[in-house]
């Protein structure tokens, strides 16, 4: 399985920001889609923001649409999710996804194969 490695998560005040990074080193080349998504506690897994390679397709959820960006550096093998204003309902533990092919279906949990083991995001004065 080829390993996805999450980082910058932490504690942040609501108004706040983080900036998520997600190492895809173990892929031998660039021809994969990512995503981001976030499970709540007793909640189900949900797509935050997903991004195809070079095809012009990017989603967000409707929840954080114009506070999140999604974005990768094929170089670097590396993905990021910078959040801004963030919400207290912003709370859970975010995973970095991937899948081989340039694009995504529905930027759904199903639609990706490969994941990291996920980093604590908490909003909360």
């Known amino acids: 399985q080829l390993p996805l490695v999450e980082s910058g998560g932490g504690l942040v005040q609501p108004g706040g920001s983080l900036n998520l990074s997600c190492s895809a080193s173990?892929?031998?080349?660039?021809?994969?889609?990512i995503g981001w998504f976030r499970q709540a506690p007793g909640k189900e897994r949900e797509g935050v923001a997903c991004l195809g390679n070079n095809v012009g397709k990017e989603d967000y959820a409707s929840s954080v649409k114009g506070r999140f960006t999604i974005a990768r550096d094929n170089g670097k093998k590396m993905a990021y999710l910078q959040m801004n204003n963030l919400k207290s309902e912003d709370t859970g533990v975010y995973f970095c996804a991937a899948k081989w092919g340039s694009t995504y279906r529905d930027c759904g949990v199903n639609d990706f194969a490969f994941w990291g083991q996920g980093i604590q995001v908490t909003v909360s004065s």
């Open positions: 173990g892929f031998a080349s660039d021809h994969f889609a």
